[in-house]
């Protein structure tokens, strides 16, 4: 019932509730009335229902939060370098989801997600970097289902993409261009815990000519190094989400 809500539905009727989550409405009523009394959920003026502080409260205390906590003065640094915006991302199955992201851009937030926002791993360089690292068997199941056209630029061919993944992989960086939004670009590098594996993507987002390798490489490298550094000092882990 929680998952009936996303960004573009943040008021919902019992009604909707029921449509979207798929259970009777007399069902909705009787769990809602207890995430209500338990402050996840919040009645609104209109009568709809929408995410509860509680649930916020609850939130915080993810290992994510304290990752996010961690890496915000790195990307501030990074943005201010490159004049582009920059962003930490995780795995969550066959998405990547935006841990942080600071821009003083609003076009690169709309077309390359707000904290929170979940995009395919095939259409962004962060995605690419996390889904290169990722077990076989993840990436099998990405490339063997349908891959989203967002622009004619997006990899498509379950071939290219893995030809595109090993690259990332000796390389040791991904770059997408227009992937997700025409004009628009990622350069992005992984991040590793104590024990090497990757744990998150660190990259920079914007106009195409702005996020080019050799204009934004050593600073991306330089933000990943200390974000990878306070990781490890701080013993953050992150779990390895899988569908």
Not at 77 to 83: E, K, N, V
């Amino acid at each position: 019932m929680l998952a009936a809500f996303d960004r573009d539905n943040r008021i919902l009727t019992l009604s909707d509730i029921s449509r979207r989550s798929g259970l009777p409405v007399a069902t909705v009523h009787r769990i809602v009335a207890k995430l209500h009394g338990w402050g996840a959920l919040e009645r609104c003026p209109d009568g709809g229902y929408c995410i509860g502080l509680r649930l916020w409260e609850t939130a915080v205390l993810a290992p994510h939060s304290a990752l996010v906590e961690t890496v915000r003065p790195h990307l501030v640094t990074l943005h201010g370098q490159t004049a582009a915006a920059a962003t930490v991302a995780i795995r969550d199955g066959r998405d990547s989801v935006c841990l942080a992201f600071v821009s003083d851009d609003p076009e690169p937030a709309s077309c390359h997600g707000d904290p929170g926002t979940r995009i395919p791993l095939h259409a962004t360089a962060v995605g690419h970097v996390l889904l290169a690292h990722a077990r076989g068997a993840v990436r099998d199941e990405v490339c063997s289902a349908p891959l989203r056209a967002y622009t004619p630029a997006t990899v498509t061919s379950p071939a290219l993409l893995r030809e595109r993944l090993a690259d990332v992989r000796r390389e040791g960086f991904a770059v997408v261009h227009g992937g997700l939004a025409p004009g628009r670009g990622g350069y992005a590098v992984p991040v590793r815990d104590s024990g090497g594996a990757v744990v998150a993507a660190v990259g920079v987002v914007g106009p195409v000519e702005v996020v080019r390798p050799e204009r934004v490489a050593a600073q991306v490298a330089a933000a990943a190094a200390l974000i990878q550094r306070d990781v490890r000092e701080e013993g953050l882990r992150i779990a390895d989400v899988d569908v």
